[in-house]
């Protein structure tokens, strides 16, 4: 087996839980005495640092959730003078006020450390060739993995994603040994070399490394078929740091949680109470080295369960189970976070239309599709079809200007879409993933 650091990664327990808590208590006195967000929720709650004594004191302080994020957008979470912030990056959401994250070049440096740890999981070395076709900018996915594969010494080829057949060739000509990417690029990057006529014998591909999206274990298989490597698992949000929060490892039963840097927890998502090892709930991750933006309690929306048995392959920090969806109503396509209520601010500014619509995401061959449906008001419905053909296409374009996705709108009958006397569905994910 091999490690990027074995004496982090199989610390015994004992002693990752001694490190564990020593840092959590440096980090609630920190956030407490810098970010005054932090200092009121626990002024509310009438927790103070020094209350934090234990682990399971960590259950007495509050939550922090997206909102937070929001309510003190771009800069008002950060425990750090901007003078100290070195990079800044924002969630996948589209539209509105993104979700902003800082980081200070020590936790840059953690950040690639975490990478290369990650890579190394999955078999990659110094020799590698990484092709990296996450995207570039401020989504996390492209300079997070960038860094890493560079810490580790592997050759990078920083391709970002897009440009399928250039993508293709590259990998031909420059003997690509490590794909990263969406898993649903992957399998798109396989159907396009299928068309070329080009068959992975021909290629060096060893293996990838995919994430930003639920994926199951049907689509590993597919995957590791199709393009003949060895896939793992990758899993990771900004708001904690980025890829690399959790990495597979060759046993394949879960993904290791970095806990020398994030403590997990799960809880039940409508409750909000720690849940006991092994059940199935949120994921709620505490950082513990951040520096510009720690996270305390940060509740992912994320569903999974936690196994804190010792791996065969000798990592002692926990296993996630691969992530099963959301506890909230986000729809991931393309990589890109969609959720209802961007559509219905972007629908409600467009006279003729009703507030009642549904998306339905579908996979066809493997490229997510979002169908938007949208009622129209009965005398919009009833004029001639060149008006309607009118609001359809200004519908598509307000929604892909906002979502920055490609979007197939659908106008339906007034009345046509299910009322509900509660909660509302608003998406329907008939993609078998
Ligand atoms: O997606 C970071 C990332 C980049 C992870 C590249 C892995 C690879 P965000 O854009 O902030 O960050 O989206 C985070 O994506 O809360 C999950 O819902 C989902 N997600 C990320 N990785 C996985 C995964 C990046 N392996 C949100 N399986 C998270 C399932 C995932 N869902």
Same mark, same amino acid.
């Not at 929604?399 to 608003?426: D, Q, T």
């Given at each position: 087996?091999?490690? /990027?650091?074995?004496?982090?990664?199989?610390?015994?327990?004992?002693?990752?839980?001694?490190?564990?808590?020593?840092?959590?208590?440096?980090?609630?006195?920190?956030?407490?005495? *810098?970010?005054?967000?932090?200092?009121?929720?626990?002024?509310?709650?009438?927790?103070?640092?020094?209350?934090?004594?234990? &682990?399971?004191?960590?259950q007495? @302080?509050?939550f922090?959730?997206?909102?937070?994020?929001?309510?003190?957008?771009? *800069?008002?979470? *950060?425990?750090?003078?901007? !003078?100290?912030?070195?990079?800044?990056? $924002?969630? %996948?959401?589209?539209?509105?006020?993104?979700?902003?994250?800082?980081? %200070?070049?020590?936790?840059?440096?953690? /950040?690639?450390?975490?990478?290369?740890?990650?890579?190394?999981?999955?078999?990659?070395?110094?020799?590698?060739?990484? +092709?990296?076709?996450?995207?570039?900018? @401020?989504?996390?996915?492209?300079?997070?993995?960038?860094?890493?594969?560079?810490? @580790?010494?592997?050759?990078?080829?920083?391709? $970002?994603?897009?440009?399928?057949?250039? +993508?293709?060739?590259?990998?031909?000509?420059?003997?690509?040994?490590? &794909?990263?990417?969406?898993?649903?690029?992957?399998?798109?990057?396989?159907?396009?070399?299928?068309?070329?006529?080009?068959?992975?014998?021909?290629?060096?591909?060893?293996?990838?490394? *995919?994430?930003?999206?639920?994926?199951?274990?049907?689509?590993?298989?597919?995957?590791?078929?199709? @393009?003949?490597?060895?896939?793992?698992?990758?899993?990771?949000? $900004?708001?904690?740091?980025?890829?690399?929060?959790?990495?597979?490892?060759?046993?394949?039963?879960?993904?290791?949680?970095?806990?020398?840097?994030?403590?997990a927890e799960i809880i039940d998502p409508e409750t909000g109470e720690t849940l006991?090892?092994?059940s199935?709930g949120e994921l709620v991750?505490?950082?513990?080295?951040?520096?510009?933006?720690?996270?305390?309690r940060?509740r992912t929306r994320?569903l999974?369960?936690?196994?804190? %048995?010792?791996?065969?392959?000798?990592?002692?920090?926990?296993?996630?189970?691969?992530?099963?969806?959301?506890s909230?109503?986000?729809?991931?396509?393309?990589?890109?976070?969609?959720?209802?209520?961007?559509?219905? $601010?972007?629908?409600?500014?467009?006279?003729?239309?009703?507030?009642?619509? &549904?998306?339905?995401?579908?996979?066809?061959?493997?490229?997510?599709?979002?169908?938007?449906?949208?009622?129209?008001?009965?005398?919009?419905?009833?004029?001639?079809?060149?008006?309607?053909?009118?609001?359809?296409?200004?519908?598509?374009?307000?929604?892909?200007?906002?979502?920055?996705? %490609?979007?197939?709108?659908?106008?339906?009958?007034?009345? !046509?879409?299910?009322?509900?006397?509660?909660?509302?569905?608003?998406?329907?994910?008939?993609?078998?993933?």
């Open positions: 087996m091999t490690y /990027w650091d074995r004496e982090k990664e199989c610390m015994p327990r004992e002693e990752l839980e001694k490190l564990q808590l020593r840092r959590l208590k440096e980090t609630v006195y920190r956030v407490y005495a *810098f970010v005054p967000a932090y200092k009121e929720k626990m002024d509310q709650v009438g927790i103070k640092p020094y209350d934090i004594n234990s &682990l399971d004191d960590l007495k @302080l509050p922090t959730t997206k909102q937070d994020l929001r309510d003190n957008y771009p *800069f008002g979470m *950060f425990a750090l003078p901007m !003078s100290e912030v070195v990079r800044v990056h $924002s969630s %996948s959401g589209t539209t509105g006020k993104p979700t902003v994250v800082g980081y %200070s070049r020590r936790d840059i440096d953690i /950040w690639a450390e975490l990478m290369a740890r990650a890579l190394t999981s999955a078999g990659a070395n110094r020799h590698s060739i990484i +092709q990296n076709s996450y995207g570039y900018g @401020l989504f996390t996915g492209g300079l997070g993995v960038h860094y890493g594969a560079e810490k @580790l010494g592997a050759s990078v080829i920083p391709t $970002s994603g897009g440009n399928t057949k250039r +993508q293709i060739m590259l990998m031909q000509d420059f003997g690509t040994t490590v &794909l990263t990417c969406t898993p649903s690029y992957a399998l798109y990057l396989a159907e396009v070399m299928e068309e070329m006529g080009i068959s992975p014998a021909e290629l060096k591909l060893q293996c990838g490394v *995919f994430g930003a999206e639920p994926w199951s274990e049907n689509m590993r298989r597919e995957i590791e078929n199709k @393009l003949r490597i060895d896939a793992y698992d990758i899993y990771g949000l $900004s708001e904690i740091i980025g890829p690399g929060v959790a990495i597979e490892c060759p046993v394949k039963q879960g993904l290791h949680i970095a806990e020398d840097h994030f403590i006991p090892e092994g199935m991750i505490t950082t513990i080295t951040k520096e510009a933006l720690p996270m305390i940060y994320d999974t369960k936690l196994d804190r %048995s010792v791996c065969e392959c000798g990592r002692t920090h926990v296993r996630m189970q691969k992530v099963l969806g959301r909230d109503d986000m729809v991931i396509i393309r990589g890109v976070n969609v959720f209802p209520s961007m559509v219905e $601010s972007v629908l409600l500014d467009i006279p003729g239309v009703e507030p009642h619509y &549904l998306l339905v995401v579908d996979r066809k061959g493997n490229l997510d599709i979002l169908e938007v449906r949208v009622e129209v008001s009965e005398k919009i419905f009833s004029d001639e079809v060149r008006k309607l053909e009118e609001l359809g296409a200004t519908i598509t374009k307000e929604l892909e200007s906002a979502l920055g996705i %490609s979007v197939k709108v659908r106008l339906v009958e007034p009345k !046509s879409i299910e009322r509900s006397e509660g909660k509302s569905k608003r998406v329907i994910d008939r993609r078998k993933i």
